[in-house]
């Protein structure tokens, strides 16, 4: 039997919440566990994961517009032409090993 500490009602030993003045028994002190501690992190890893697809979205884009796959004039502009070489190659492959990175990561 538990005694509510406010109205003094007495309880079965189970009950969480007093039945007279449904006022809250207070946790008993003990081990909590907490799983496992991660470095990184399932959350932490998803949202890695989840930049890393919009890049490899990003230089997809780049690569089908700016490479002439389509129908449509390429645009290329003077900054765009010296942009494109570099920029295309870090966001494919740099999106992939991020990816790679985060997949990784949601075990660390």
């Not at 799983?35 to 890393?52: C, D, I, N």
């Not at 517009?65 to 740099?94: M, Q, S």
Request: proline letters at 8%; aromatic letters at 14%; hydrophobic letters at 45%.
């Amino acid at each position: 039997m538990k005694t509510c500490p406010y109205c003094g009602h007495s309880n079965d030993a189970h009950v969480t919440v007093c039945r007279n003045c449904d006022s809250p028994f207070l946790a008993t002190p003990g081990t909590v566990y907490s799983g496992h501690a991660y470095l990184v992190g399932p959350r932490r890893a998803r949202q890695l994961r989840s930049r890393a697809l919009s890049m490899i979205v990003l230089g997809l884009l780049i690569k089908v517009y700016w490479g002439g796959y389509g129908p449509w004039p390429v645009i290329d502009y003077e900054p765009f032409a010296h942009i494109r070489p570099w920029l295309e190659p870090l966001l494919l492959f740099g999106g992939i090993a991020l990816y790679l990175l985060g997949w990784i990561a949601r075990f660390v």
